[in-house]
């Protein structure tokens, strides 16, 4: 009985092994069936060679060489400014345009100026010729009183005659005060030859307003003889001479208002 055993179970071994035999050979070929389809399988040919002409690859069309389609060169856009560009160039227009301005007052300045000149040239020139027949011979008329009309009206001969001269107090030139002075002494009257000293002489006038004609107006620095409607006459520089000009033209700052007529 165990002689039956043991062979039944050697058939069943032999069996077994003869089934795996046959597996076996099925597995390798159906993976080598794979293998071959990986491997061997391609898409597309292989190519070997370089193309080099890499513009011909893209040009799809051609183009006549004679055409001509123009380039950014001929391109023409309208030309915009910025803010900033635009203030600059109204800035440097407006400062052209007042440098000009200035230039032309200057000139008209220089010829006026040029003018006045002549002008009292011709009048120093007529004074000097005038003068020379006779030591004793004058060009202007002495007042005929003592009143401040005749003060004033003759001051007036002097504007646009006599010339600034530092420290002067004759016709022949004179300073502010020396001009005060001098035309106070023809009507008796002496005065100090300096404006801060003549600011304190006669008696005080309060405002211009009460200002009369004949008047000294007067400070530390200048002085002149009062003729009305805001005017003075006076020797105001050596460009000026003698002439007529505003009070707040010919003084600035502080003045005194004396009368001695």
Known sequence: MKLGKSLTAMVAVAAACISLAAIAPSASAQSATTDEAVTSSRSFPKTTTVKKNLLAESTSTSVDSSSNWGGIESLNPPQTKSTAEKEAEAKAAAEAAAQQAAQQAAQQAAAQAQQQAASRSQSRSSLNTSTSSSSTATTVKAPDSASASALVAYAAQFVGVVPYVSGGNTPAGWDCSGFVQYVYAQMGISLPHYSGSQATVGTAVPSLAEAQPGDIIANGVH??????????????????????TPVAYAFSGSYSIRRLL
């Open 223 to 244: 002085s002149g003889i009062y003729v009305g409607n805001g005017m003075v006459v006076n020797a105001l520089n050596k460009n000026a001479g003698t002439v007529y």
